[in-house]
């Protein structure tokens, strides 16, 4: 299975997503800059968290607008699975392939710490590796990860099955619509969510529960 992790100015977690692909892979992922103009071919695409160009304008805005994803659009509309975590949540969202946005947090105020998650469909290539209710313990740290959008879209994600997790009742972050924490596209190949299961995937993190969802890609990739 091969894999690239985007690289943007003031991407933080693309190490540590590329630890977590090549444990499950054994295969060191490409580390894509973003301004190159060409992917390598692979099998998946990864948007790491962090503060792409510190977080101006909006959170993903200009990240949305590097060279590089035009390749990311195009691989995508051709089914490459893509993966946004966090701020690569935000920047799919910018980029138009999920629907929504990522707003300040209710509270005003940077969370970090790690919260209980249920996954809430498991009919898609990345929450395979789980059953549907399956509750897990997931690290955030965000700034702008209170999931908006408007009520037809909202119904419309919910009918579709397009829901991937939710933070569980009462434990909500950030004061995201409907407890939404990840969300599938139209085509369940591209998912954003803003816990990081790369920092949940190894025995000495708080939990492994994040490592089933890499290792159900590559049950779909190999």
């Not at 946004?84 to 946005?101: R, S």
């Not at 139209?186 to 290792?215: I, Q």
Request: aromatic share 6%; hydrophobic share 40%; with cysteine.
């Amino acid at each position: 299975m091969k894999t690239a992790v985007i690289v943007f100015p003031g991407s933080n977690c693309d190490r540590d997503v590329a630890v977590a692909l090549r444990a499950v892979t054994g295969t060191a992922p490409a580390m894509v800059w973003h301004g190159d103009s060409v992917l390598p071919r692979t099998d998946l695409i990864v948007l790491p968290g962090g503060f792409s160009y510190g977080d101006y304008l909006r959170c993903g805005a200009m990240a949305a607008r590097s060279p590089v994803m035009q390749a990311v659009l195009e691989a995508a509309r051709h089914g490459t699975p893509v993966l946004g975590i966090c701020n690569g949540f935000q920047i799919l969202t910018e980029a138009g392939l999920l629907p929504g946005t990522l707003l300040r947090n209710a509270g005003l105020s940077f969370v970090c710490r790690t919260v209980n998650v249920e996954v809430a469909t498991a009919d898609s290539a990345f929450t395979r590796g789980y059953e549907a209710g399956a509750r897990l313990r997931l690290p955030i740290a965000h700034h702008d990860g209170n999931y908006f959008a408007d009520a037809e879209t909202l119904d419309r994600l919910e009918e579709e099955d397009r829901v991937a997790f939710r933070y569980v009742e009462g434990e909500n972050p950030n004061g995201s619509a409907r407890n939404i924490a990840g969300i599938l596209s139209r085509s369940r190949t591209v998912l954003g969510l803003m816990p990081h299961p790369e920092r949940a995937a190894e025995p000495v993190h708080p939990s492994t529960d994040g490592r089933a969802l890499f290792e159900g890609l590559l049950g779909v990739m190999a």
